[in-house]
């Protein structure tokens, strides 16, 4: 018999054991994890939102840089105007070539020309047939401080993008 209680007071003490062992995480335990994971997270963004308007710039200014030159070489490879007319009032701009729209197209949600600035003459930038513009000036895009500057020069028509690094 006496065998036998301790034996059931051995047993006892093992799940108690087990049980005390199996709670897991109390409530302070969850409260420090959500804290630093709360703090990971804000950091974590502190960093990525800056980069990430940064490449919303730079896609942005790469993409009107290529439609810009696509314009010109539609430009040179028929016998109407390669045409990009740029929306002073919005950060938009469409493509065509002579009277044909061939796409109307939009910067990143966070990207906008400074202040409206557009300078150039008038908003439309032709291409003709030697891949010459007859417009120039400078093209500000903007997002959250930082800036890209594309200058179009008459005459050849080069777009310069010296944020660019070779």
Known sequence: M???IKRVAHHVQRRKAL???ARGFGYLDTLVALALTAMALCSALAVGLPL???ANLNASA???IGRMRFAQMLGTTSSEDGIIWMDPYDTGYRLSQGITWLGAY???PDVQYFDGYLQLPHSTIAYDSLGDSQ???VIRLTSDGAERDIHLYMG???QVSGWIQP
């Open 156 to 158: 050849t028509g080069l």
């Open 52 to 54: 990430m308007h940064a």
């Open 62 to 64: 790469q993409l009107l």
């Open 135 to 137: 417009v120039a000036g």
């Open 106 to 108: 939009q910067n990143a």
């Open 2 to 4: 006496r065998q036998r």
């Open 19 to 21: 049980h005390d062992d």
